[in-house]
């Protein structure tokens, strides 16, 4: 990413714009004061912790393009037209980020790139990071700016940055429990956001599947009853890759100690691309809402360490640090973003009044 200086203050407060100062706390201790461009990230400090947080690589996602898409839903064909009644288009304001419940905060990168494309001008300061963990009623970030720009690009950050905060939080505490496994998400993200939604896992501190069906060769059930069995369709994963001079990795799912052992027969007699075996549905739920692994340990055994294994099914966080006990390499979990919990994240102007009606509704 780039770096390079802050616009000067002058800049910002120009003196025939007014400048309105309401009610608010004490000012947090800022540690970013960060801008952000359509090419990268932009600050006057060091490079801050949250950007080392990269978002996944896809060859074709446009990122600047999602963000504009989601403020055009937003604007329509006429603007916000309650921002135009009603805000002086030039007048400056401070509003504040502030966090209405625990968890792991994600998407302030993202947010600095929303404020980039409404408004280049808006100086955005954080005092968390990417990955930090946030308690309720604690005011982690601030914006200044025109106020009109500030609310027109308010929905749009706080949408992303609640979604990409829950995906985080969960995926904190799963990659906590999975211990020493490791936690990966699934291709089962929001339609259009999967970079986002994988951003977020990364963010959390879980680990990336593929990123979608170009960059593995993911062999599930299907392929293996259309293909006629697990050596069959191997067979036909090497043969495609051998013959286009690609070297992907390969993983292959497996239902049934059988077919854990079909697969390791293949791979015995012939030179694989195979680096993977999905254990999947091995994990038995029991009446008692506990889980049997020992149809999952049994697999793992028979693996032996000569591949790595990836548990899938019945995994919740209740179930998974019994199952990240069992030997397997990775779990997966598709409700880390599928049934994902948004975090309450709020941008708030007058921040005092704010607080007072979250502590009446217990939000703060």
Avoid at 319 to 333: E, L
């Amino acid at each position: 990413m780039i770096l390079s200086s802050l616009v000067s203050s002058s800049r910002l407060l120009a003196p025939a714009i007014p400048v309105v100062t309401l009610r608010h706390r004490t000012p947090f201790p800022l540690r970013n004061v960060v801008k952000m461009s359509s090419t990268g990230v932009t600050s006057s400090t060091t490079t801050p912790k949250s950007f080392a947080i990269k978002p996944p690589m896809h060859p074709t996602y446009d990122l600047k393009n999602i963000i504009k898409l989601a403020l055009a839903e937003d604007a329509g064909d006429k603007g916000d037209v309650t921002c135009l009644a009603t805000i002086p288009y030039n007048m400056e304001v401070d509003a504040y980020f502030l966090a209405k419940e625990d968890g792991i905060i994600a998407g302030i990168a993202l947010a600095e790139m929303i404020f980039h494309e409404v408004d280049p001008s808006l100086r955005v300061e954080w005092s968390q990071n990417d990955g930090d963990y946030i308690h309720k009623g604690l005011q982690f970030g601030k914006v200044h700016g025109r106020a009109h720009n500030i609310v027109v690009a308010e929905r749009v950050v706080l949408n992303f940055m609640q979604r990409m905060s829950g995906v985080a939080t969960l995926t904190k505490k799963m990659a906590d429990a999975a211990y020493p496994a490791y936690i990966l998400e699934t291709r089962k993200t929001a339609p259009g956001l999967r970079l986002l939604d994988k951003w977020a896992v990364l963010i959390g501190g879980g680990r990336n599947h593929r990123m979608g069906l170009f960059d593995m060769i993911m062999i599930k059930d299907n392929h293996i009853s259309i293909a006629g069995g697990v050596t069959n369709a191997l067979r036909a994963a090497d043969l495609y890759l051998k013959e286009r001079d690609l070297q992907m990795p390969v993983e292959v799912e497996t239902r049934t100690l059988e077919e854990v052992k079909e697969a390791l027969h293949y791979a015995s007699q012939t030179k694989t691309s195979l680096s993977r075996i999905m254990l999947d549905n091995m994990v038995v739920p029991l009446a008692n809402g506990d889980v049997d692994i020992s149809m999952l340990k049994e697999a793992v055994q028979l693996v032996d360490g000569r591949f790595e294994t990836e548990a899938s099914g019945n995994v919740t966080l209740d179930t998974v640090h019994k199952i990240g006990q069992s030997g397997v390499t990775y779990i997966s979990s598709g409700s880390l973003t599928h049934s994902v919990k948004a975090l309450d994240i709020s941008l708030k102007i007058d921040t005092e009044l704010a607080l007072k009606v979250g502590r009446r509704t217990g939000r703060a």
